[in-house]
């Protein structure tokens, strides 16, 4: 069964940056989907930003050029890029897996997810 851990969350300033990593294990990445979702205190979870089995990416409108989602299925790796974060993006990161996905922010189409990392923006 797939499994996913996600790491590199922390805590920045605002205008900062933090990188985050999802590693897969249990199957090969190539066949997968990978999607990044978050989840602030209060409010729904919502699509960040997901690379394609094919290497499509897609973006969430308010990521606006501040995120780059990236994947290297030989270290089993995506890794989600984020710069000139801001307080609002305080919040639980998650990465999910969607076998043979064509890439979607619906977090309702991924089958796997991993246990969270947090991220806070904070002066």
């Known amino acids: 069964q797939l499994q996913l851990v996600e790491s590199g969350g922390g805590l920045v300033q605002p205008g900062g940056s933090l990188e985050l990593s999802c590693v897969v294990s249990g199957e090969s990445l190539q066949y997968y989907s990978i999607g990044w979702f978050r989840q602030a205190p209060g409010k729904e979870r919502e699509g960040i930003a997901c690379v394609s089995s094919r290497d499509m990416t897609y973006y969430g409108v308010f990521v606006k050029g501040r995120f780059t989602i990236s994947r290297d299925n030989a270290k089993r790796t995506v890794t989600l890029q984020m710069n000139n974060l801001r307080p609002e993006d305080t919040a639980v990161y998650y990465c999910?897996?969607?076998?043979?996905?064509?890439?979607?922010?619906?977090?309702?189409?991924?089958?796997?997810w991993g246990q969270g990392t947090q991220v806070s923006v904070s002066s």
């Open positions: 999910a897996a969607e076998l043979y996905g064509l890439g979607s922010l619906d977090s309702a189409k991924y089958d796997y």
